[in-house]
């Protein structure tokens, strides 16, 4: 067998940046959506619209939820994020 490098396809590219995303939230103790559409564009160069659509997905799986202007993550995300980080 060759030991070929694997291949980053869409949704590994995708998970990767939506838990930098959530990771960031996280860190920073809340963010406006500005501060995480800044974060993306600058760490992957996404536009404003895909991390908006992010946010939104996000918000819908119940992992951040708004306060004000600020987004926070949830005690869901804390629960996911220790099964699936240790």
Avoid: C
Wanted: no cysteine.
């Amino acid at each position: 067998m060759s030991e070929e490098p694997r291949v980053i396809d869409g949704a590994d590219r995708r998970r990767k940046r939506f838990q930098d995303m959530l990771g960031f939230i996280h860190n920073k103790g809340g963010a406006t959506g500005q501060e995480i559409k800044s974060f993306m564009v600058i760490r992957f160069g996404l536009k404003h619209k895909t991390t908006a659509e992010y946010i939104h997905e996000a918000h819908l799986a119940g992992l951040i939820a708004s306060e004000g202007i600020k987004w926070f993550t949830t005690s869901s995300y804390k629960k996911l994020a220790k099964y699936l980080y240790g």
